[in-house]
């Protein structure tokens, strides 16, 4: 199993970013996605998840509205599009195949 995330980087509060997560070795359609993050000094936290057909999603209150998780199951390759990001949102960011494996995680800084 291999996760590699990618689309991290330095963004002003208010900007957006997309995030990816390149899948490999398991059958990704058959996989549900996710996408935690964590800032430095707090705990690893789940940001959103996404279903084996992309037809059912759930997303953290704190990014409600302002993050989309999609996926193409054709690349292999969850997204994380950002928008409206905040300060709060600064955190490295990681891709989670189901219940199990993790990506190295890719950072995310909002700052002025």
């Known amino acids: 199993v291999q996760l590699v995330e990618s689309g991290g980087g330095l963004v002003q509060p208010g900007g957006s970013l997309r995030l990816s997560c390149a899948a490999s070795?398991?059958?990704?359609?058959?996989?549900?996605m996710s996408w935690y993050r964590q800032a430095p000094g707090n705990e690893r936290e789940l940001v959103a998840v996404?279903?084996?057909?992309?037809?059912?999603?759930y997303y953290a209150d704190s990014v409600k509205g302002r993050f989309t998780i999609s996926r193409d199951n054709a690349k292999n390759t969850v997204y994380l599009q950002m928008n409206n990001l905040k300060s709060e949102d600064t955190a490295v960011y990681y891709c989670?195949?189901?219940?199990?494996?993790w990506g190295q995680g890719t950072q995310v800084t909002v700052s002025s």
């Open positions: 996404i279903n084996t057909f992309g037809s059912s999603t």
């Open positions: 070795g398991f059958a990704f359609r058959s996989s549900g």
């Open positions: 989670r195949l189901g219940s199990g494996s």
